[in-house]
Nanobody, 122 residues
Framework: QVQLVESGGGLVQAGGSLMLSCVAS????????MGWYRQAPGKQRELVAR???????DYADSVKGRFTISSFYGKNSVYLQMDSLKPEDTGVYYC????????????????WGQGTQVTVSS
């Protein structure tokens, strides 16, 4: 069984900073990529930032220059440093990992954390 545990959400004023952390644990064979998605009220879940095991980065246009994703694949963890936060960054942030397990080493699938709330006040 695989589990993703997030931490670091909270309430912050516009212009402030937060760091989100996520650690994957359990029966993991390999990790292809890890990232963060968010879902604002009434909206669909969207990609915020993603990093592959090879170091390829992908950011949503709305967060480029403000958010920084990093990871330690040896520890199956991913972090999101969020600076210059805006009220429109408010939402539930979900950690995502594309991983394989020993029972299916050739078949990567998505795993999700439970979500952590980020609220940015104006």
């Amino acid at each position: 069984q695989v589990q993703l545990v997030e931490s670091g959400g909270g309430l912050v004023q516009a212009g402030g900073s937060l760091m989100l952390s996520c650690v994957a644990s359990g029966n993991i064979f390999s990790v292809a990529a890890m990232g963060w998605y968010r879902q604002a009220p009434g909206k669909q879940r969207e990609l915020v930032a993603r990093i592959t095991s090879g170091g390829t980065l992908d950011y949503a246009d709305s967060v480029k220059g403000r958010f920084t994703i990093s990871s330690f694949y040896g520890k199956n963890s991913v972090y999101l440093q969020m600076d210059s936060l805006k009220p429109e960054d408010t939402g539930v942030y979900y950690c995502n990992a594309e991983m394989t397990t020993p029972v299916a080493p050739g078949a990567a699938r998505d795993y999700w954390g439970q979500g952590t709330q980020v609220t940015v006040s104006s």
